[in-house]
């Protein structure tokens, strides 16, 4: 036992107890020297006397430990040199990503350090590897360009082990999630190392995750995919197997779209006109044609769900649903319009709309798209072509669209609810036209009413698929001087300055 | 100088100032932006019919804007701040409007003022020590009584003692003029009598109250610097005009970092500053009430041409700004070479010292180790020092040196080291 746990022992007991001389006894020779010297008291002056002086003796004797450096030498260190870091200006734009927690645009700025050959500077690996934690594409990005400095610190944090993995290892090891999240990165960067990698250990896999990976695999894009796709028809889950028909259903090379659609193709007929040219043509449904087994093959549903439908009809209907459009214009021999019309016209086959807009949405049919959203553009818009019409709005042209944000009728669509989620999934590059389009669309449905906390990240996400033009144009998105419209106004600013946060990341990395 | 966004904001008195701030960075909103070498204005429009008129001086930094906000500085300074940082070509004008320049003429004659204070009523001071040193020495007397009661009974019985025994004590130390040794008494009070370790906080801190009360009993045989610490240990004002009336030293002082720490009335920041020719060490405290606004003339990671006074001890480290003249980009602080190094010195000054229980380090080269989940910075002999830091302090550690040599500053307490900055690459990183 040291000397100050003596003296913390009789200081607990009390002097009456613990007398200071049975203390000092237990002390260094050369303590016990020094306080001979102090005069002699009563018993607590004595002890007061002792604490003191064993006090500054205890501190200013106090060392460090002194550790096995090489033990301690087990992490190595990191070599660094010849590491090529972006410009102090890229640096100072990564910076302001990470604290403004703009993080929709690290991928970018990622992407251009990945292009000119840097590294990240060691002081943003940190929090970068942190924000990947939970992000297999970030990941990925991270571990081409996080340098030896970043592989050094993957190896002290459990965490961030995943970074050192490789893709491989990462399919084989990975958690469902991370697999998917992988998969999904794969697809868009080396689609055949996707595949490649889905299909190794498909026999393995369970139920959820091949459904799961199927879902994200989504469209085959060659005939080896293809014939993937159609072998798992047999899949022993249901539910996959139900995937890959639905799959096949949009792929007009299939096999089973072909047969699905030599079958059903005699479900509407072309009456024409009578010979001496009066009536026009006539669009007919023959809901009395056979179409049980495709009902069966397709797990759709025998009987109406809906009292408008007899039980033929619903069948029809579901059928039509999933018929590419355009098999309808090479059967009909007419444009997509003049199928459309007698749909929105005739009361009769009104109720039939709602599976027009099903089937176009399914397949992502532009032509058609545009055409209802001609119908919607021109005044005869009816309840039901505009309560269907926001499922099909992904697969319209940009020009179309750009037309209908502008229209009044975009209201009735484009309710505040969607408007942002519709805007996320237009996926083709946005030019300044329809950048202004979607800004004049989000004004009317946000100015009034602010962009809710739950909202903004996705809100700000768009800033991505802005026009860098936009800039100039803020102006025209505020709200007049004598409104105040706080959060717009917020919100805007917030979303310009990302905009013009990603303008800079490319002549960042040049200055 | 160029300061970073991250040094900007931290100007900034409060969160919702940081944003506020960061909306006025939008060029669109100011009418006109200007700058030299030593200060920065511009107009922006407000909600009032004329544009507010804000104003920066940039060598001592200080702020003005004729917006009605109580916060300082005001989120229109911080947005040209920030503005300056981003789109420095947008300032424009290069000579200040009469605004501007009134301005900084009159701040420049008010550190003037400051340097030359008026003298003080010396007789009268002296009759107004006598009294003080009359009250204080009942008090001192009583606290020993007290103390030796204490040891008499033993440090075990402390944890039942209930709350007046301690303000009792407590509240006749403040009659006796006496508030430091109040706060020694109320610190016993104070310490958590269930947490491990109790016994040495309290034998520690009853050893130093005898420390000060004996030390005022032997005034007279005391270094003049001990005599000083003995004062502020019993909590006896040093009036800030014979701070002004010092030399001073003159030096160019790096800012190592600041803490913050805030309490239900008071808001108590700590910067940590290291002088590069007098390789002195400073700490200067801000005690900020709600409502009163900052004083942001000190910016951790830069460095100060300036001049400081430091309160008298044995081992002066309390300072005060006298002036400052000019603010520098920050270079490379030079410290310790080795931990011993830092014993050696750090066993000179607590042998003396009454309860400085931390000090301000830089260590020159540690190389930190992750070790057992633990952060420990290293020296070349192998002793190392364990490192209390957050999180994200401690992998930005790592990443800064990659094992490797560095140079840490910081504070020590109880023989952990708390980090406030690294140098590494070049740059001064805060943590």
């Known amino acids: 036992m040291n000397s100050i746990d003596e003296i913390l022992k009789a200081a607990l007991l009390g002097t009456d107890k613990t007398p200071p001389q049975s203390v000092i006894a237990s002390l260094p020779q050369a303590v016990q020297q020094e306080l001979s010297q102090l005069p002699s008291e009563d018993n607590e002056t004595n002890f007061l006397q002792l604490s003191a002086f064993m006090l500054s003796y205890y501190r200013a004797g106090q060392e460090f430990p002194v550790v096995d450096i090489d033990t301690a030498n087990q992490n190595n260190s990191s070599e660094i040199e010849g590491e090529k870091y972006a410009s102090t200006a890229a640096n100072r734009l990564l910076r302001a990503l990470i604290s403004e927690n703009r993080h929709s645009l690290l991928t970018i700025w990622l992407t251009h350090c990945a292009e000119k050959s840097y590294k990240i500077a060691p002081q943003y690996l940190p929090q970068l590897l942190k924000l990947g934690e939970e992000d297999v594409a970030l990941q990925r990005q991270l571990a081409e360009v996080m340098g030896e400095r970043g592989h050094w610190l993957t190896n002290l944090n459990d965490d961030w082990q995943v970074l050192r993995q490789s893709t491989q290892e990462i399919w084989e090891t990975g958690t469902s999630r991370q697999r998917k999240q992988l998969l999904r990165h794969l697809l868009d960067h080396d689609r055949a190392q996707a595949t490649e990698l889905m299909q190794s250990t498909w026999k393995e896999e369970n139920a959820t995750d091949r459904f799961d990976f199927l879902s994200v695999w989504s469209n085959p894009q060659s005939a080896e995919e293809l014939t993937f796709l159609e072998t798992l028809l047999q899949d022993k889950s249901k539910k996959v197997a139900a995937l890959a028909q639905q799959l096949l259903l949009r792929q007009s090379e299939s096999k089973l779209a072909q047969q699905f659609h030599q079958q059903c193709h005699q479900l509407l007929t072309l009456k024409k006109g009578s010979m001496l040219g009066i009536g026009s043509a006539k669009i007919e449904i023959n809901a009395d044609v056979n179409l049980t087994t495709w009902i069966k093959e397709l797990g759709l549903e025998p009987e109406s769900l809906d009292k408008a439908f007899t039980d033929q009809e619903y069948q029809a209907f579901q059928i039509l649903s999933l018929i590419q459009p355009k098999v309808w214009e090479e059967q009909l021999d007419i444009s997509p319009e003049k199928i459309l019309t007698p749909f929105i016209t005739d009361k009769s086959l009104q109720k039939y709309l709602p599976a027009w807009a099903a089937t176009v949405a399914f397949h992502r049919n532009s032509n058609w798209a545009n055409a209802w959203l001609d119908f919607v553009l021109a005044s005869s818009a009816t309840k039901v072509l505009l309560n269907n019409t926001s499922s099909l709005l992904p697969a319209a042209s940009p020009e179309v669209l750009v037309c209908l944000f502008s229209d009044k009728q975009a209201e009735a669509i484009l309710s505040t609810n969607n408007s942002i989620q519709l805007l996320e999934e237009l996926r083709f590059p946005w030019s300044l036209e329809f950048s202004k389009a979607a800004l004049h669309l989000l004004y009317r449905n946000f100015a009034d009413r602010g962009v809710y906390h739950y909202e903004t990240e996705a809100f700000m996400r768009l800033a991505e698929r802005m026009h860098i033009k936009i800039l100039a144009h803020q102006e025209e998105f505020l709200p007049p001087q004598n409104e105040k419209r706080d959060t717009w106004r917020t919100m805007l600013r917030d979303l310009f300055r990302t905009i013009e946060l990603k303008t800079k990341i490319p002549t960042s990395f040049d200055e | ?431």
């Open chain 2, 1 to 431: 100088m160029q300061w970073t966004e991250e040094q900007i904001l931290e100007l900034a008195p409060d969160a919702a100032s940081v944003k506020a701030g960061k909306k006025q960075a939008n060029l669109s909103k100011w009418l006109r932006l200007g700058a030299t070498e030593n200060s920065l204005w511009g107009e922006v429009q407000g909600s009032g019919s004329t544009p507010y008129q804000t104003r920066i001086d940039l060598r001592q930094i200080g702020y003005k804007c004729t917006c009605p906000s109580r916060k300082f500085p005001c989120k229109h300074a911080i947005g040209l701040l920030l503005l300056r940082a981003r789109s420095a070509d947008a300032f424009t004008e290069t000579t200040p409007p009469d605004w501007v320049a009134d301005w900084l003429n009159q701040r420049e004659k008010r550190e003037e003022r400051k340097a030359n204070p008026k003298p003080v009523d010396e007789k009268a001071r002296q009759k107004r020590v006598a009294s003080r040193m009359k009250k204080i020495e009942g008090g001192v007397e009583e606290l020993q009584l007290w103390l030796k009661d204490l040891v008499r009974d033993g440090l075990a019985t402390l944890p039942t003692r209930d709350r007046a025994f301690w303000q009792n004590t407590a509240a006749r130390m403040v009659d006796a003029q006496a508030p430091g040794l109040a706060n020694f008494v109320r610190r016993m009070g104070e310490i958590n009598y269930h947490a491990a370790g109790w016994e040495y906080t309290a034998w520690q801190t009853l050893t130093q109250m005898y420390l000060v009360t004996e030390g005022f009993k032997q005034w007279e045989s005391l270094d003049a610097g001990v005599q000083e610490d003995v004062k502020t240990a019993l909590g006896w004002p040093y009036a800030k005009d014979e701070l002004h009336r010092q030399a001073g030293v003159e030096d160019i002082w790096q800012i190592l970092g600041k803490q913050e720490f805030q309490d239900e009335r008071l808001t108590t920041i700590r910067y940590l500053l290291k002088g590069k020719t007098s390789e002195r060490y400073a700490l200067i405290l801000q005690f900020i009430a709600p409502g009163q606004p900052r004083d942001t003339s000190l910016m951790p990671a830069t460095q100060l041409e300036a001049t400081l006074a430091f309160y008298p001890s044995n081992y002066p480290l309390r300072a005060v700004v006298k002036e400052i003249r000019q603010t520098h980009p920050m270079s490379q602080p030079e410290g310790y070479a080795t931990l011993a190094e830092f014993e050696a010195s750090y066993a000179q000054v607590v042998s003396f010292d009454l309860q400085t229980n931390q000090l301000p380090v830089v260590l020159g080269t540690v190389t930190p180790r992750w070790i057992g989940e633990k952060l420990l910075l290293t020296d070349s002999t192998g002793k190392a020092v364990t490192v209390q830091v957050t999180e994200e302090g401690r992998w930005k550690i790592l990443a800064l040196s990659g094992g490797q040599p560095i140079t840490v500053a910081g504070i020590i307490e109880n023989r952990m080291l708390h980090p406030l900055g690294v140098w590494a690459f070049s740059e001064y990183h805060l943590l």
